[in-house]
């Protein structure tokens, strides 16, 4: 008989279970009390009775697990001394969606050499995370394999469902069964309702296909995730001034749904150009500052050093410190960023006490 199956698949390797994973690399109190905290800010954020503002801060994309470490010790300090005005949290993106091909992420392939060694990829994501959470350092990331929030999941405070997989039906049925607060975020288009209604879809209970904690397929149910929000990140033009916002919140109320979101400062709303995202900044704590409650938080790209490199490139000649995707903010001036932030929340949260 004529083959049937696997005609243009190459190999397939099987990997450790999630729980295998876990036993390898397990969570002890205090590194489960970073992660419940961060959640437990984020959701007190949302809902209002806590009036600081929530920062998700970091790479683009993680590729040195060194670098980025060396980045979460300097953050995770910063957290500390501003903790009173602002709600810090270290973006820890590992998977990138790409619009045709490119390099996928350091889960998918580590080694920045296209072996894709995912074995290799989860172990250390998960370990970074751990390492992370360590510090004090709340971790947030984008899901974008539906696979991969049963090996990391634990270790993360916040997840993104990203522009292009707000429509997916996989990622709205994930994100229903997901521990923390998710952000949802507009399409590359600019659409804002097919992000309110992955968040209703979210909310509610599903039941799909998924591999438990020992690997094998499985029928996930859910409960639903009350704490999905938006994400404004820009489309064919900006939409983070303040009638943007309006519009957004108009969208919301329509749909049921609280009038809280968060402004990713790169992206669209940048126009991809690092230097641009002190412009949006300013401009939101331009907007807390006259009275806008509706703006939870934001997104901000940074990294040890400015701009980015090209890749793919021989891993050894990459600088360190340096993103090898979307453009990101230097060190330095997120620290500025941070503490003028911090300035300005300040202010307004003792006028509110």
Partial sequence: MEQLHDLR??????????????????????????????RHEV????????????????????????????????????????????????RVYFEKPRTTVGWKGFINDPHLDDSYDIEHGLYYARKLLIDINAMGLPAA???????????????????????????????????????????????????????????????????FLGIDQDGFSSVITTKGNPCGHLVLRGGPVPNYDAQSIAGARLLLEKAGLPQTLLVDCS??????????????????????????????????????????????????KLRYGVSITDECISWEETARMLHEGAEIMGGLISKEV
Avoid at 50 to 57: A, E, P, Q, S, T
Avoid at 291 to 316: H, K
Wanted: proline share 6%.
């Fill in 267 to 316: 992206h669209a709303n940048s126009g991809k150009k690092h230097a641009q995202q002190l412009k949006v900044w300013e401009d939101i704590l331009g907007q807390k500052a006259a009275g806008n409650r509706s703006i939870a938080g934001v997104m901000i790209e940074s990294n040890l050093c400015s701009g980015n490199q090209p890749f793919p490139e021989d891993p050894e």
């Fill in 43 to 90: 959701e007190h954020i949302l809902n209002g009775t806590d009036g600081r503002l929530l920062v998700i801060v970091g790479p683009c994309s993680i590729h040195s697990v060194d670098a980025a470490l060396d980045y979460a010790e300097k953050l995770a300090g910063i957290r500390e001394e501003l903790q009173n005005e602002l709600c810090i949290m270290m």
């Fill in 141 to 207: 990331t984008e899901f974008l394999d539906p696979i991969t929030p049963q090996y990391v999941a634990d270790v993360v405070s916040w997840a993104a469902i990203g522009a292009r997989t707000i429509e997916s039906q996989t990622h709205r049925q994930m994100a229903s069964g997901l521990s923390m607060p998710v952000g949802f975020k507009n399409s590359t288009d600019g659409r804002l309702g097919v992000a309110v209604d992955a968040i209703c879809s979210a909310m509610h209970p599903h039941s």
């Fill in 9 to 38: 698949v190459s190999t397939i390797k099987r990997l450790p279970s999630p729980r295998a994973l876990k036993k390898q690399l397990p969570v002890d109190d205090h590194i489960a009390s970073t992660v419940c905290k961060g």
